[in-house]
C-alpha cells in the first residue's frame, strides 16, 4: 500500500522560500502524477502543481510565478519551493498521488492517497 | 478558472440519507471526485470516476452526476460520517491544466 511521508520548515518569515519534501513509500513512482495542495486554516483545498516521474510539470496558474516542483526518482521523493512567501500562503500543505483515466463520455481524476500534512506558518 | 459550488452545511438523522451537491461547468467534462476530511487530518478520497469507491471505503457512499451537477449520497449515515466533504474536478476553462476543489460541506449527524 502507497504511503506518502512529507517534512519540511514550518516557520518562515515573509519573502522567505518555503521548500518541502514529500517520499513515496511501497508502491510504483512512474505511472502517475504527484501534486501538492494546500489547506489554508479554516479555508478550503487549492492545488498548487504536479509533476511526474519525467519532470514534467504543471501549475496553478495564480501560483505558476512562485512555484516549482522538482523530483528526484532515484529516492522516490518529490519536492515543493514556494519563494516570496507571504502571510496569505500559510496553509497546511498535502503532498497527494493523483490519476486521471479518460472515461466513456468523460475524464476523472483524483487524489490517492494523501500524506499527513505540514503546517506551515508565514509570520515576521 | 472554474469554481466548483457546495452548500456550507447539512445535517442528517443517524442512520438517515443525506446528499450533498457539487455545482460547476467543468462537471459537464469531468467527473468529480470526493474527499472526506476530519478534524485535523488529510482528506481521504471517498468516491472517485462514474461512482467507485477506493477500497476501505463503506457502500453507504455513493457518486452520481447530472449535468453540471454532481451528488455525494451517504445512504444510513453513521456518526463517523461527520465531516467535511468537498468534489473536486479537472479546471475546463482556461489553456493550462488545473484542478479545482469545491467550497467544501460540513455534514452533521444527529
Known amino acids: 500500500q502507497v504511503q506518502l511521508q512529507q517534512w519540511g520548515a514550518g516557520l518562515l518569515k515573509p519573502s522567505e522560500t518555503l521548500s518541502l519534501t514529500c517520499a513515496v513509500y511501497?508502491?510504483?513512482?512512474?505511472?502517475?502524477?504527484w501534486s501538492w495542495i494546500r489547506q489554508p486554516p479554516g479555508k478550503g483545498l487549492e492545488w498548487i502543481g504536479e509533476i511526474n516521474h519525467s519532470g514534467s510539470t504543471n501549475y496553478n496558474p495564480s501560483l505558476k510565478s512562485r512555484v516549482t516542483i522538482s523530483v528526484d526518482t532515484s529516492k522516490n521523493q518529490f519536492s515543493l519551493k514556494l519563494s516570496s512567501v507571504t502571510a496569505a500562503d500559510t496553509a497546511v500543505y498535502y503532498c497527494?498521488?493523483?490519476?486521471?483515466?479518460?472515461?466513456?463520455?468523460?475524464?476523472?481524476?483524483?487524489?490517492?492517497?494523501w500524506g499527513q500534512g505540514t503546517l506551515v506558518t508565514v509570520s515576521s | 478558472s472554474s469554481e466548483l459550488t457546495q452548500d456550507p452545511a447539512v445535517s442528517v438523522a443517524l442512520g438517515q440519507t443525506v446528499r450533498i451537491t457539487c455545482q460547476g461547468d467543468?462537471?459537464?467534462?469531468?467527473?468529480a471526485s470526493w474527499y472526506q476530511q476530519k478534524p485535523g487530518q488529510a482528506p481521504v478520497l471517498v468516491i472517485y470516476?462514474?461512482?467507485n469507491r477506493p477500497s476501505g471505503i463503506p457502500d453507504r457512499f455513493s457518486g452520481s452526476s447530472s449535468g453540471n451537477t454532481a451528488s455525494l449520497t451517504i445512504t444510513g449515515a453513521q456518526a463517523e460520517d461527520e465531516a467535511d466533504y468537498y468534489c473536486?474536478?479537472?479546471?475546463?476553462?482556461?489553456?493550462?491544466?488545473?484542478?479545482?476543489f469545491g467550497t467544501g460541506t460540513k455534514v452533521t449527524v444527529l
Open positions: 473536486n474536478s479537472r479546471d475546463s476553462s482556461g489553456n493550462h491544466l488545473n484542478y479545482v
Open positions: 467543468s462537471l459537464r467534462s469531468y467527473y
Open positions: 470516476g462514474k461512482n
Open positions: 497527494a498521488r493523483g490519476l486521471t483515466v479518460v472515461v466513456p463520455a468523460a475524464m476523472a481524476n483524483w487524489f490517492d492517497p
Open positions: 511501497g508502491g510504483s513512482f512512474s505511472g502517475y502524477y
